[in-house]
């Protein structure tokens, strides 16, 4: 079965500093995409950044970036210069290639403390 | 503007009775799906949608049911059948495909059995 594992369940990070969160996921697929969502305290789930798993390269959207690991099947998110407003859920998720199911991990709390 | 529009935010129902969460969205979209969130489980798939009168069931699927008889509506019923049905429930759509799936989220749904 094709699962997600985010280990921390809770995180935290001094305003400016870097933080990264963690996710792991189990597939015998070699094509896929993984995400990274955010849920703020609005819950509203926005997505933050997405990798393609045949791309090499590590994905970037501004203060966010990945370290996609395929052979170790990890797929962290780092935050640099952290914001008060970074403070939210964070789920990493799976997309089988192919399909148009999203498999979302537990989700990591991070707290931003000024 | 474009979106998706999860109502009611809050719902109240009592033991025995079914309920209908609305969710609608004018974003073109073929894709449409419902997630149940619980704390410490992340977000799981009820039932998902590709198109119009067709729909299958995710993994919790147990005391729902939907329907998709128009594009922009993907209406979930909570039955009576569902044990634990107090919940936080997210709707979302996506363009079919697999390079571009990117799903967009409602601002959900709190539901909570009196």
């Known amino acids: 079965a094709q699962t997600v594992t985010q280990s921390q369940p809770e995180m935290s990070v001094q305003e400016a500093e870097t933080v990264t969160l963690s996710c792991t996921y189990d597939t015998s697929e070699s094509d896929y995409y993984l995400f990274w969502y955010k849920q703020p305290p609005s819950r509203q789930m926005i997505l933050v950044i997405r990798?393609?798993?045949?791309?090499?390269q590590n994905a970037t959207e501004n203060r966010f970036s990945v370290n996609f690991q395929k052979a170790a099947k990890s797929f962290s998110l780092k935050i640099s210069d952290s914001q008060l407003g970074d403070a939210a859920m964070y789920f990493c998720?799976?997309?089988?290639?192919?399909?148009?199911?999203?498999?979302f991990g537990t989700g990591t709390r991070l707290q931003v403390f000024p | 503007d474009g979106g998706i529009t999860q109502s009611p935010k809050y719902l109240f129902r009592k033991e025995g009775q079914n309920v209908t969460l609305s969710c609608e969205q004018n974003?073109?979209?073929?894709?449409m799906y419902w997630y149940r969130q619980d704390p410490g489980q992340g977000l799981r798939l009820i039932y998902y949608s590709q198109i119009v009168n067709d729909f299958q069931k995710g993994d919790i699927a147990e005391g729902y049911s939907v329907s998709r008889e128009k594009k922009e509506s993907f209406p979930l019923t909570v039955t009576s059948a569902q044990k634990n049905p107090t919940a936080f429930y997210l709707c979302a759509s996506s363009i079919p495909g697999t390079l571009n799936t990117e799903a967009f989220f409602g601002q959900g749904t709190r539901l909570t059995v009196v």
């Open positions: 974003l073109n979209h073929d894709a």
């Open positions: 990798q393609e798993a045949y791309k090499q």
């Open positions: 998720a799976y997309n089988p290639y192919n399909t148009d199911k999203l498999i």
